[in-house]
């Protein structure tokens, strides 16, 4: 089954650019030009994920995902210009699951689609892998991070920063490589990678602050203990 998306975007060129990109990875996309198009395209259709501009014609991207979270949980990736509309939506308590700041490269709103529908379990092709380590469990296939059998509630890039730790264990990985790879952009605010792990340590840390897998490499960044996965 072809994942579908909907991307609500009032400038075509981007548009284009977003659905040729997603095509290629396999998911089938429709495009709406306003917000408005885009809640009568979803009230017709059962889409799987959509992407959505903030600043739009009309109702913008708050006042859609305000009317369209009170009664959907698709998965929304926001395409924003600015940074600081993460922390109006954050504020707002208005579900969006992702954010991909503008201008950004294709990949990585690939790579976030790709993670999201992984989440909502639509899309397949790629193999079942799981990590463990002590009492706790990595799934790619559930896209979840599982203590004795349960499920944590874990945001998408927390897992991404620990699926990658994970998959490179061992090796060191400064602030500015784990950003440039998870955020996949060359600069930005690189302490937003300390928040992150601070959060991961939370999870998967019986003292946080004597960390046992999530590990601090004084000068140099941070890497996953590889002696204790299972
Ligand atoms: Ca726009």
């Given at each position: 089954m072809k994942a579908d998306v909907l991307i609500i975007e009032d400038e075509q060129e981007l548009a284009e650019l977003e659905q040729l990109y997603l095509r290629r990875e396999g998911v089938q996309t429709t495009w709406a030009d306003s917000a408005e198009k885009g809640l009568a395209l979803l009230a017709e259709h059962p889409y799987d994920l959509v992407v959505l501009d903030?600043?739009?014609?009309?109702?913008?991207g708050f006042e859609f995902l305000q009317q369209f979270r009170r009664d959907s949980q698709i998965p929304v990736i926001i395409v924003s210009a600015r940074e600081a509309d993460e922390d109006v939506i954050l504020g707002l308590g208005i579900g969006a699951d992702e954010f991909v700041t503008k201008p950004f490269a294709p990949r990585v709103l690939c790579a976030r689609v790709r993670a999201l529908l992984r989440r909502s379990t639509v899309f397949s092709g790629e193999q079942r892998t799981v990590y463990r380590f002590g009492p706790y469990e990595l799934d790619y296939e559930g896209y979840n991070l599982k203590r004795a059998g349960e499920v944590l509630p874990i945001a998408v890039r927390e897992f991404e920063i620990l699926r990658y730790l994970i998959e490179h264990a061992g090796s060191v990985f400064s602030l500015q490589e784990i950003y440039h790879t998870?955020?996949?952009?060359?600069?930005?605010?690189?302490s937003a990678v300390s928040v992150y792990v601070q959060r991961i340590r939370k999870k998967i840390e019986e003292d946080y602050h004597d960390?046992?897998?999530?590990k601090t490499i004084h000068g140099k960044g941070y890497l996953f203990d590889r002696e204790q996965l299972l």
């Amino acid at each position: 089954m072809k994942a579908d998306v909907l991307i609500i975007e009032d400038e075509q060129e981007l548009a284009e650019l977003e659905q040729l990109y997603l095509r290629r990875e396999g998911v089938q996309t429709t495009w709406a030009d306003s917000a408005e198009k885009g809640l009568a395209l979803l009230a017709e259709h059962p889409y799987d994920l959509v992407v959505l501009d903030i600043n739009l014609p009309g109702m913008d991207g708050f006042e859609f995902l305000q009317q369209f979270r009170r009664d959907s949980q698709i998965p929304v990736i926001i395409v924003s210009a600015r940074e600081a509309d993460e922390d109006v939506i954050l504020g707002l308590g208005i579900g969006a699951d992702e954010f991909v700041t503008k201008p950004f490269a294709p990949r990585v709103l690939c790579a976030r689609v790709r993670a999201l529908l992984r989440r909502s379990t639509v899309f397949s092709g790629e193999q079942r892998t799981v990590y463990r380590f002590g009492p706790y469990e990595l799934d790619y296939e559930g896209y979840n991070l599982k203590r004795a059998g349960e499920v944590l509630p874990i945001a998408v890039r927390e897992f991404e920063i620990l699926r990658y730790l994970i998959e490179h264990a061992g090796s060191v990985f400064s602030l500015q490589e784990i950003y440039h790879t998870i955020w996949g952009q060359e600069y930005g605010d690189i302490s937003a990678v300390s928040v992150y792990v601070q959060r991961i340590r939370k999870k998967i840390e019986e003292d946080y602050h004597d960390p046992k897998y999530l590990k601090t490499i004084h000068g140099k960044g941070y890497l996953f203990d590889r002696e204790q996965l299972l």
